[in-house]
């Protein structure tokens, strides 16, 4: 079975600093890897995916990550964050021979700091 | 409407009482998701449907009845439910390939009392 860590619950940061979220998977096989937020009272919003390619995906709102097969890792960063980006952010994923079936982490909830 | 839309937004029942949480989707998309998110847990997928056909139900108590009369809705039939199935219900849709992201609805919070 697939297994998604986000090894950071919460993450506190002050406003305009870089932040990265951290977010390792195991799978043995091919993988498509997503990045969501979830702002409060609200559903899962796509940031970004890595399908293929280029290791380094950008996203919405200035969010990048990086594949790194190696290490089985998709970290997020943001060079600057806003008071905006407070939020719950969950990374997920779909491989090759599960079908429909995503796997979510426990997500990380984000509060930057004015 | 747009996107996955998702009615009441939010529910408050006893454990006697029957009610669905609906779930309708605008997309074109032909799978169809139902997931439980509750405090400090990852997301509990609960059932999948493509093309109308349920492909996925992860141990799901009998008290959830899941319903996708086509490929735009999805219900979630609710009965005799317990406290603990307190928290925010989450549908969403995606189209079938695995790098297909999924796209969600805004919740259904509920609370059993």
Redesign the interface.
Known sequence: AQSVTQLDSQVPVFEEAPVELRCNYSSSVSV?L?W?VQYP??????LL?Y?SGSTLVKGINGFEAEFNKSQTSFHLRKPSVHISDTAEY?CAV???N?????Y????TSLTVIP | ETGVTQTPRHLVMGMTNKKSLKCEQHLGHNAMYWYKQSAKKPLELMFVYNFKEQTENNSVPSRFSPECPNSSHLFLHLHTLQPEDSALYLCASSERGAGNEQFFGPGTRLTVL
Do not use: D, W
């Open positions: 498509y997503f969501y009272n609200q559903g899962l919003q796509l995916k399908l969950f779909r491989t090759s599960t079908g429909n079936q995503f979510f982490g426990t997500g």
